[in-house]
Structure formats: structure tokens, C-alpha cells
């Protein structure tokens, strides 16, 4: 029983389009002979193979008055052959493929020689996104030799932002990023072209509370001073609370999500602010390789910041993804033109996958000349400053750690500051404080803008973390020739050289109670690590003038980048232990809701922090 169904040209475009109401094949219509004369001037003299039925269906559903849908039995038989819609997918037949998104820019210009209602628009990009779906699907069917020039096609067609936040959504798992990246790495379109560097872009989320903020925070005079222009971008915006900005510097505020039309707002902002070069510092996000695909597509060049050590992302948050992170991003890193990293234990790892890696520490935060080192008689206390983060922060054992000196160096003043970051920390910590009667010796001081007064007057600063890269409160508290007495993390570059640093086994609190008290009450030793202290960290930055590291880098780009020294004995090497890591932990370990014990055997399974011995404290959780 036949059905009928009248609309206007628009209603009839949005169900075809939008809601798929309606097939978009041109066998499943009939029009009027007057209609078909009207659009002949309008067909592009262009052989095309593909879409025709797609441009030719909605120019003349527009030019239509009316449009009738007629539902009824099947009227049309189709006999599979090897034609057209049949074929393997190879480059030669990709090319056509690539090119029928051009329909698009047709329908566009005859819209705006109508001077057209954006609605009609707004159906073309509709029209124009499925294409680019389905041309990003069929570019994962291409040999993966072919891939990058693929690519090349679909990127000449001009839609760079549409294009990319497509192929985002066609490879979505990181899998698929991963062979993504490692198809794409010879594609023309994200080759280095020699430029002269003139305008710095800075990407990341945000612009406070974090070590990655402040080192960023520290970058920008830096680069001001060589004479280069900034622009920050960011995805919010907090200015109660952020770093210090010079007023010279600009900002950009970027959606944070693809789906929000993250790739157009990035796109125009990277051109109209004239950014020639971009610094990006979100290594841990997915949407890291389609803003490089971006940038480079555009022929801006990029360089990341490894702001982690090697595997931070499965120790930090040790869930199924996390793997695949780690597992897929050294040939996402490889996509930038240099990988910073911010020590060189892992230099190896990343070379032997083809990234430009640098050794590049981050800035002092305090100078030199105009920070005062006061003596042992002028310090008291203890000190412990991070955020109250349970994966690698481990302020409880801080707290457990201070509650045992007040009782054992009675007077002793305990200060925990910093940011909440796990839900209902703060509240634990005052709770905990106040079920041991700790209020007169054990205080919480919250997010700090003193940090130098703090650190130059405390008698011993307490560093409980399970990994970091490159901490700046180390760095801070040794100009500041604070005592510290720090969990054993080997690789950091900070302690290549120890004078001034107390260094006790990972997780081993007696021994970081019995080194407290032992500065505390020997003032010989506590003045002795105080000297060492300073005198280590101004050796350490002799031998790094950023000032000169960061201008020979930028100025690279003008010349030729350093080359890579890709390793594939090194290379299979690494992914015989990735893919054994894969296999060897279960799914369901990471199970999001997982307890902590199974995370526990997981992080003792990569020999990172080992544990030494459980607090018998009924409060004490250990944390991984």
C-alpha cells in the first residue's frame, strides 16, 4: 500500500541528509522534464565516476517546489558486476574516491550565487561529512604502503579541518590510531618545509595548578626574550587562579572536544594568529595526533613535550586504554618533528621508533642571584607540597610520615600543601588530622603562592612520589637549599648528582622517619645538605643554557632538523615486550572499578614501585 509524503525542497533535503528518511540514490526518483532542464548549466564538466547521483540529486530536489515521498514494494533488481561498485580499493581507484567531496564546493557556489538560506548550507556539509566518512573508511582499505599518498588526495580537496575530525571518527580506537600514524609518516602533506620562526603557538587544556602550567609559565619569558611572539591556547580559562601572563602574550580558547568543532576553531586560529611553529605539551591526550595532522597539514611544524617518564599513563591510571596508549605512542610522538623528553634515561626507547628526541629540562622557577639561602638556625619543620593524588603522589604516606615525627621530635610543625585532586581528599586529610590530635603539629595549608618563603625556611621537605620526569618542586626546593629527603626514583636527572638529596628505597617510610630526624636534630648535617643542596643545582644548570638549547632548536627549522636515528633491532626489541604485556595481564584487570590490590600486583609486574613493607595503621591505606 503505497504511502504518500509531500515536503518542500528543504524538508525533503533534511530527511535524505540528515535523518536518512529517504534514499539518496537518483534511481529511487523521478523528476519533471522542466526540472532536469533548469539544472543542465550546473553540472561541472568533470568526468567523474562516483557521487554523481549525490550532486545531481540535490540540485534538483532544490530547484524542485515540492517533493512527494511514495513508499512501495520493491520496483528495482540490481545485478552484481565488476564495476564501479564492486572494485578492491586500490590508489588508482582512491583518487576517485577522494574527489567526490568536490560535489560539495558545487552545490556551495550555485547556494551562494542564490545568495541561499543557511539552512541549504548547512544540509551541503551534512552531505559533505558523509562523504568524507565514507572516503576515510575506504582509505583504511588501501595497502598501507598507499595510505599516505591517500591521504595527500583527500587533503588537496581542501577540507582540511571536515577531513580530519572524519578520519577521527572512522579510527577511533588506538589501534587504529597507531597503524594511522605509522601509515602517515612519509605523507607528503606533513613533510618539514624550511621556515623562519617568528610567532610561538603554546597548546594546552589549561593554565594552572599543574607542573606542566608552571613550566610553561616559565618558557614564555624565555621565548619573549629571543625576540619571538606567543600565543597561548588553551581550552578554559581561570584567571583567579593561573600563572602570571604577560600582556603581550595572546590567547586562544579551543573547544576541547573534535565533536565541538575543535579542528576548525584550531585551524583558522593557527593561520589568522600566524603561528609558524607549535608547541604542544598535551602527551597524554588522543587528540594529540589529529591536531598534529592539523598543524603539519598546514605546514606549521611541531614539537612535543614529554612531560612523563617512559609508561606514566599505565602506571598513573594502569587501565586497558592506558596500555594501548603506551602501546601506540611512540608512532603517534614520531608525527611531531622533535620529542622532548625531560630525561634521557628513555632516550633510547623513543629514538629507536624514529622521533627526533631532545633532552631539554624545564626552567628554574626561581633565580639564581636573588634567592636567598637561609641557615639551619633560621629554618624548622618539615614541608610537603603536590597534589593530593593517589596514583604517584602518595601524600598518605606524608601524613603517616609526619604524624610519626611529631611523636617522636615532639614540637616538630608539619605543613601539607597543594590542591585537591582526588575527590574528598582534603576532607580525609583534616579527618585523619583530627582522629590523632594532630591539630597543633600537623597543619594543612592548602594551594600556596608562597612556595619560595616555605621552602626556604623549612628544615626538611618530604618528595613521597612514585615517578616523576623532571619535578619542579625538587628543582625549587634545592635553590632553595631545602633538605631533601626524597623516594628513590633513578632515572630523574636531578639526582645523576645526590648532594643535598636523602635518597631512601621506594615506599620505605621508616627510613624516610629516621632520615627526617636525623636532620632535624643534627644542625651540622642538616647545614651541610643545605650547602650541597644549592651548590649541586647551580652545577646542573651551567651545563644547560636554555636560552641557547631553545634558539638553536627553532632556528633548526630554518636549516634541517636533526636526523633520526631510527634503531629496528632496538625497535623489535620494545614491541616483543609491548605485545608480551598485552597478552600476559588478563582484561580484566583493567576493569575501571578494579581493587587496589589487583592494581598493586599490576604495577609490581612492571618492577616500578615494589612493596617494601605494609603500615600496620588503621587509617594508612597504600595507594598505587
Given at each position: ?6 515536503l ?5 533535503l ?12 537518483l ?5 519533471k522534464?522542466?526540472?532536469l ?5 550546473f ?7 562516483l ?22 514494494d520493491p520496483i528495482?533488481s540490481?545485478?552484481?558486476?565488476s564495476?564501479v ?5 586500490d590508489?588508482?581507484h ?14 556551495d ?8 538560506e ?17 572516503t576515510a ?6 595497502p ?9 588526495l583527500m587533503v588537496?580537496e581542501?577540507?582540511l579541518?571536515?577531513t ?14 597507531r597503524?594511522l ?18 610567532t ?15 613550566v610553561i609559565?616559565?618558557?614564555i619569558?624565555i ?30 580558547l ?6 565541538d ?5 584550531l585551524a ?7 603561528i ?6 598535551e ?11 592539523i598543524?603539519?597539514?598546514?605546514n ?22 592506558s596500555l594501548y596508549f ?11 618533528d ?28 626561581f ?5 636567598e ?8 619543620g ?14 598518605r604516606?606524608?601524613?603517616?610520615i ?5 611523636k617522636?621530635v615532639?614540637g ?19 579527618e585523619?588530622i583530627?582522629q ?5 603539629s600537623?597543619?594543612w ?6 612556595v ?11 618528595m613521597?612520589?612514585s ?14 637549599g ?21 635518597i ?5 617510610t ?11 636534630q ?7 645538605l ?5 651548590q ?18 627553532f632556528?633548526?627549522?630554518?636549516k634541517?632538523?636533526i ?5 629496528k633491532d632496538l ?8 605485545n ?21 600486583l ?13 603500615v600496620?595503621?588503621k ?5 598505587m
Open positions: 500500500k503505497e504511502k504518500k509524503c509531500i518542500d525542497s528543504f524538508l525533503a533534511k530527511y535524505i541528509y540528515e535523518r536518512c528518511d529517504s534514499g539518496c540514490n534511481i529511487f526518483h523521478a523528476f522534464t522542466q526540472i532542464k533548469k539544472i543542465v548549466d553540472i561541472p564538466d568533470e568526468y567523474f565516476t557521487s554523481g547521483d549525490d550532486f545531481l540529486l540535490f540540485i534538483s530536489i532544490y530547484q524542485s517546489k515540492n517533493y512527494a515521498i511514495i513508499h512501495s528495482y540490481y545485478r552484481e558486476r564495476d561498485s564492486t572494485y578492491l580499493i590508489i588508482y582512491f583518487r576517485d574516491i577522494a574527489k567526490r567531496v568536490r560535489i560539495t564546493k558545487w552545490i557556489d550555485k547556494l551562494q550565487i542564490d545568495n541561499c543557511k539552512k541549504y548550507f548547512y544540509i551541503s556539509k551534512i552531505m559533505r561529512h558523509r562523504l568524507l566518512i565514507d573508511q575506504m582509505l583504511r582499505k588501501l598501507s604502503t598507499d595510505q599516505s599518498q591517500g591521504f595527500d588537496n581542501g577540507y579541518p571536515e580530519v575530525t572524519a578520519m577521527r571518527e572512522v579510527y577511533r580506537d588506538l589501534e587504529s590510531m597503524l600514524a605509522i601509515n602517515l609518516y612519509n605523507a607528503s602533506s606533513l613533510c618539514f618545509h624550511q621556515k623562519s620562526i617568528k610561538i603557538g603554546i597548546l594546552y587544556h589549561r593554565y594552572f595548578d599543574g607542573g606542566v602550567e608552571r609559565s616559565l618558557q619569558p621565548f619573549l626574550r629571543l625576540g619571538y611572539r606567543v600565543v597561548l591556547f588553551t581550552e578554559e580559562i581561570n584567571k583567579d587562579i593561573e600563572y602570571p601572563l604577560p600582556t603581550c602574550v595572546r590567547r586562544v579551543l573547544p576541547r572536544y573534535y565533536e568543532q575543535r579542528a576548525d576553531a583558522k586560529s593557527l593561520q589568522s594568529e600566524g609558524d611553529i607549535l608547541l604542544n605539551h602527551y597524554a591526550s588522543e587528540n594529540f595526533l589529529w591536531d598534529t595532522i598543524t603539519k597539514s598546514i606549521i611544524p611541531v614539537i612535543l613535550t614529554l612531560h612523563s617518564p617512559c609508561w606514566n599513563l599505565i602506571l598513573y591510571k594502569p587501565y586497558r586504554e603506551e602501546y601506540a605512542k611512540e608512532f603517534i610522538y614520531r608525527t611531531a622533535y620529542l622532548l623528553i625531560l630525561n634521557n634515561s628513555f632516550k633510547k626507547f623513543f629514538n629507536a621508533y624514529g622521533c627526533r628526541t631532545l633532552f631539554v629540562p624545564n626552567p628554574h622557577t633565580d639564581f642571584e636573588h634567592t639561602v637561609p641557615t639551619v638556625n633560621k629554618r624548622n618539615v614541608l610537603w607540597l603536590g597534589r593530593l593524588e593517589d596514583s604517584s603522589k602518595n601524600w604516606d606524608a601524613l603517616y609526619m604524624e610519626k615525627i611529631t617522636l615532639p616538630t610543625q608539619c605543613y601539607i600543601g597543594g590542591s585537591e585532586y582526588d575527590p574528598g581528599s582534603v576532607s580525609e586529610l583534616k585523619f583530627s590523632h590530635s594532630l591539630e597543633q600537623v597543619h595549608i592548602g594551594r600556596r603562592t608562597d619560595k618563603q616555605l621552602l626556604q625556611h623549612c628544615r626538611v621537605f618530604l613521597t612520589s615517578f616523576e620526569a623532571f619535578p619542579m618542586s625538587l628543582t625549587e626546593a634545592k635553590i632553595c631545602a633538605p631533601v629527603i626524597i623516594y628513590d626514583i633513578p632515572y630523574l636527572e636531578m639526582l645523576q648528582d645526590p648532594k643535598g638529596v636523602i631512601v628505597p621506594q615506599r620505605d621508616d627510613a624516610m622517619i629516621e632520615q627526617s630526624i636525623r636532620v632535624l643534627d644542625n651540622a648535617y642538616c647545614e651541610q643545605i650547602r650541597e643542596s644549592r649541586s643545582v647551580e652545577i646542573f644548570y651551567k651545563k644547560y643554557d636554555l636560552y641557547v638549547i631553545w634558539k638553536n632548536i632556528d633548526s627549522f630554518n634541517n632538523l636526523q633520526t636515528h631510527e634503531d625497535q623489535q626489541c620494545f614491541d616483543l615486550l609491548l608480551a604485556t598485552k597478552r600476559i595481564v588478563p582484561a580484566p584487570f583493567y576493569n575501571i572499578n578494579w581493587p587496589k590490590w589487583k592494581r598493586l599490576f604495577i609490581v609486574f612492571f618492577d616500578r614501585c615494589l612493596l617494601k613493607k605494609k600496620k595503621e587509617f594508612y591505606k597504600y595507594p
